[in-house]
């Protein structure tokens, strides 16, 4: 019985993966980068699908991770960039911190501005790679001890990862003699993979990011399946009888919580290889919203629908704010469309796909559908 | 000192105008409105056009910002909200939406720009106010130089805040409102009718925020984002000083306000929003239920 229903979720997938490979073959350069950067958005979805959907916890500050690992490649890329190898130094120095130096300030990275001698182990790339992995890990992990082991739940999550993600906003444009503030990380170089440049306009780049989603959705996929996923959707159904049942709740919320964040990190980290900068704007609130708009859309509950559901809306946006006129009107259609997904359609499209299948394979139980993702 | 306190005071006045009208959504309710900027918003955009079309005084729009804002919310809660109850984080994206949709109202003008029709008063620029006569210059106040138009708000700020908490505590209705807060199944047990009530506590909240937005026209731009930062920072007030406590709520945005015009002084202007952020965070992580709260449910 079960044999069918994973059947087709698999066909799902590999349709999927399908298409993605098979996209190249358009011959399009400038779309194939511009999906490629949607890809990386799909990511983002999946990461919420697995925080909000399995566990619950609905973070408004995913671009906390992001960012971290947006900000963690850009720094190696733009020392590889051509316009910090001309700043008068035999090092790579960035030009925006030659602006901000002191007169007379030597221009070396220990010592230009204050703290950027933090930039020194960025000069590997593959240091910025591990970094743009670990460090929001690190801080998933910290944050959910504190949060989940004080046992808060639902909206007051929510609330301190929106203040966690405002606050990383402010100190980043604060500290412009090391991030250049509000103008962000531009001019990056190429990231080397075992000698191949990576131009974000390459063929290759886009099959290194299809790669890198489809192992992160099958991960994620083969993740929530296993026992430590079954148990994290009990927290998510009833914190209180999952712990009355011997569970170490807040580790199982943390783990996955951390997962989501290396996720997300991954996401920034490929996103700065295909757009070439990184800015406090992944930090904004209304993009970290926008993810969530992404994944309720596409399914909150099903990883591939959300990962889907990102891709969609973004390609579609893409191709509406070629009309000028359209440009206002999308975001209306996009706010009115959110509206009625979620009064209507609480499991999104993916949530959707799912009963559709279920009745043409004559697995229909409506009672089943009764289980919605409350709270 | 005493003008950084009443800088302080000042900012918390804002934010206690707009957090005054999501205690009573959020608190009796349990709805997340992200759309209450976007109410403010339209209440500064009633202050913008009744003052480019009817040529009114700021202070006389007050009264029909409420009306306007009080009527929307209603609908709102009519449409969309009441088939919410119950799934908190779903009215937080719902309302999310709804706030969209209003900004690109104000926008395109209510979709008449695509005709090539323009309002005066709409659309995505930056709009201003007059404030009126009496209310410009300083005030000389215990031999301090005040700012008349922020004294005035410190003062509407108080009376709402009166106004409100009388409405919730030494009326009929707020006899309702409050049996709904603690435990909304024994209320309707009880014979009160929780959709009605709720309706028109979700108006009432709408209709405040539409009043901050008029007060706010006076002293800032008026453009279509410019609730989309406050409803976040209402948040903060809210949850700090304890969902359901009217109180706690004017407390933290004293104690906010406060921080936040202190620590500027001392260090700069982002120390002070940073050091509000970091509050809020401390305070949901040391006392999830709030700074003053009751047990309640």
């Known amino acids: 019985m079960t044999s069918l229903l994973t059947n087709y979720r698999i066909w799902a997938y590999l349709l999927f993966f399908a298409v993605l490979l098979a996209l190249p073959l358009t011959g399009d350069d400038f779309w194939l980068n511009r999906v490629a950067k949607y890809l990386c958005f799909g990511m983002l979805g999946a990461a919420i699908a697995l925080t909000w959907g399995y566990a619950g916890v609905l973070n408004l500050g995913q671009g906390l991770f992001f960012g971290l690992g947006a900000y963690a490649m850009a720094m190696p890329l733009k020392l590889a960039s051509y316009t910090s190898l001309q700043q008068g130094s035999d090092q790579p120095v960035p030009d925006f911190m030659l602006w901000n130096a002191q007169p007379g300030a030597s221009t070396d990275l220990c010592c230009i501005t204050p703290g950027s001698w933090l930039w020194i182990p960025f000069q590997s790339q593959w240091f910025g790679v591990a970094m743009a992995i670990i460090a929001p890990v690190i801080v998933a992990t910290l944050l959910g001890r504190l949060i989940f082991g004080q046992r808060i739940s639902g909206v007051f999550v929510s609330i301190i990862t929106l203040a966690l993600v405002l606050l990383a906003r402010l100190l980043l444009v604060d500290a412009q003699p090391l991030t250049n503030g509000f103008n962000g990380l531009t001019d990056l170089g190429y990231f080397n993979l075992f000698g191949t440049e990576l131009d974000p306009y390459a063929v290759t780049t886009y099959y290194v990011i299809t790669i890198a989603l489809i192992v992160v959705l099958v991960l994620a996929r083969l993740l929530v399946a296993t026992r430590a996923g079954t148990v994290l959707q009990a927290t998510r159904d009833s914190q209180t009888r999952a712990l009355y049942l011997g569970y170490d709740v807040p580790a199982y919320q943390t783990f996955f919580f951390a997962v989501s964040a290396a996720i997300s990190g991954l996401a920034g980290m490929l996103y700065v290889v295909v757009a070439e900068f990184a800015s406090p704007s992944f930090l904004d609130l209304t993009f970290s919203v926008s993810m969530v708009v992404w994944a309720a859309v596409g399914g909150r509950g099903s990883i591939l629908g959300a990962c889907i559901g990102a891709i969609l809306i973004n390609v579609l946006e893409a191709r509406a704010s070629e009309t000028e006129a359209l440009v206002e009107a999308w975001k209306a259609i996009v706010g009115l469309v959110f509206v009625l997904v979620v009064i209507w359609l609480p499991q999104g499209l993916g949530g959707f796909a799912h009963d559709m299948m279920r009745r043409l394979t004559g697995r229909w139980r409506p009672e089943a559908l009764k289980q919605e993702v409350r709270q | ?297």
Request: with cysteine.
């Open chain 2, 1 to 297: 000192m005493f003008d950084t306190l009443f800088i302080g005071l000042s900012l918390s006045s804002i934010l206690l105008l707009v957090a005054l009208g999501l205690a009573v959504t959020y608190g009796a309710m349990g709805i997340i409105n992200m759309a209450h900027g976007e109410m403010v918003m339209i209440g500064a955009y009633v202050a913008v056009l009744s003052n480019i079309w009817l040529g009114t005084n700021l202070l006389l729009t007050i009264p029909l910002a409420f009306l306007v804002t009080a009527a929307l919310g209603y609908g709102l809660e009519r449409l969309v909200v009441r088939r919410l109850y119950g799934r908190l984080l779903d009215t937080l994206l719902a309302t999310w939406g709804i706030a969209i949709l209003l900004q690109q109202a104000i926008r395109l003008e209510f979709g008449l720009s695509f005709f090539g029709i323009h309002v005066e008063g709409l659309g995505s620029g930056l709009q201003n106010v007059p404030v009126p006569q009496f209310l410009q210059g300083t005030l000389g106040l215990f031999g301090l130089q005040l700012n008349s138009y922020r004294v005035f708000i410190v003062l509407v700020t108080l009376v709402l805040a009166g106004l409100t908490w009388f409405t919730l505590y030494r009326t009929p209705l707020g006899m309702k409102v409050r049996a709904i807060i603690r435990n909304p199944q024994m209320a309707a047990a009880c014979g009160i009718d929780v959709k009605a009530t709720n309706a028109i506590t979700f108006a009432l909240g709408s209709g405040l925020a539409g009043v901050a937005g008029v007060l706010m026209a006076g002293f800032r731009s008026v453009s279509p984002d410019m609730g989309a930062t406050m409803v976040v920072d209402g948040f903060m007030v809210v949850v700090t000083g304890g969902v359901g406590s009217l109180l706690g709520t004017m407390a933290a945005a004293g104690i906010l306000g406060e921080i936040n015009a202190l620590v500027a002084i001392f260090f700069n202007e982002i120390a002070g929003r940073a050091s509000v952020l970091l509050v809020v965070i401390l305070v949901i992580l040391l006392r999830p239920a709030g700074l003053f709260s009751f047990k309640g449910r």
